[in-house]
C-alpha cells in the first residue's frame, strides 16, 4: 500500500483479511494522534513559549482542536491511558475527578461500550445524582449570551482545566464574594 497526504492506494486483489488489518491499523494511528498532538502541545508550551504559537500555526490544524487534545492529554498521565479504549472515550470523561474517570474507562472496558453508550451512562448517573440533590438547589433560569462570550468562557474552562459549568459557578461565586466583601 502506498500513503501519501490526500490518499491511500490500495492494491487491486487485496484479501479481505489484510484489508481489515489495514483499517484496524489505520484506525489505532488516527486515535494515537490524537494523544501524540495532545502531547506534542503541551510539550511545547512547557519549552517553547515564545514560539510554540508558530509551532502550532505550522501544524495547519485548528487551535481550538489541538487545545482540546491538549487537555485531555493534560488530564490522563500516559500511565492512566487506556489503550483499549479511544481518545473520544478519554474525552467524554476528562472533565470528571480521577477516581470517576477510572470508574467509567472501567466500565467502558467491561462491558465494550462505545462513546456514545459511555455518554448515555455518564449523562443519566449525573441526571440522577442532580435529582438526589435537587432539595438544595434552586431552579435556574435561562441566561442569553452572546456567542463570542461563550467560547471565551470555555477556552478559559480549558485553560483551568475544569469543564464550563464548574468555571462559570466557581467564576460566579468568587466575584459575589468579591463584591459583598467589598
Request: charged share 25%; glycine share 8%.
Amino acid at each position: 500500500m502506498l500513503t501519501t497526504n490526500v490518499g491511500l492506494q490500495i492494491p487491486a486483489g487485496l484479501s479481505f483479511e489484510n484489508w481489515e488489518n489495514t483499517g484496524r491499523k489505520l484506525s489505532g494511528i488516527l486515535n494515537s494522534s490524537s494523544w501524540w498532538l495532545g502531547d506534542w502541545l503541551i510539550y511545547g508550551k512547557d519549552h517553547y513559549s515564545d514560539r510554540y504559537e508558530r509551532g502550532i500555526r505550522a501544524v495547519g490544524l485548528r487551535y481550538q482542536t489541538l487545545r482540546n487534545y491538549a487537555w485531555v492529554s493534560r488530564r490522563f498521565a500516559i500511565d492512566r491511558r487506556r489503550a483499549s479504549l479511544s481518545f473520544q472515550h478519554h474525552a467524554e470523561v476528562a472533565s470528571l475527578s480521577e477516581a470517576e474517570q477510572e470508574h467509567w474507562l472501567d466500565q467502558c472496558e467491561a462491558h465494550d461500550w462505545s462513546t456514545k453508550q459511555l455518554r448515555k451512562a455518564v449523562r443519566l448517573a449525573q441526571d440522577d445524582e442532580i435529582a438526589d440533590e435537587g432539595q438544595g438547589t434552586e431552579p435556574t433560569e435561562r441566561l442569553a449570551v452572546p456567542v463570542g462570550h461563550m467560547r471565551r468562557w470555555h477556552t478559559a474552562a480549558l485553560h483551568a482545566g475544569i469543564d464550563l459549568d464548574e468555571w462559570v459557578l466557581v467564576t460566579l461565586d468568587s466575584a459575589a464574594a468579591e463584591i459583598l466583601a467589598g
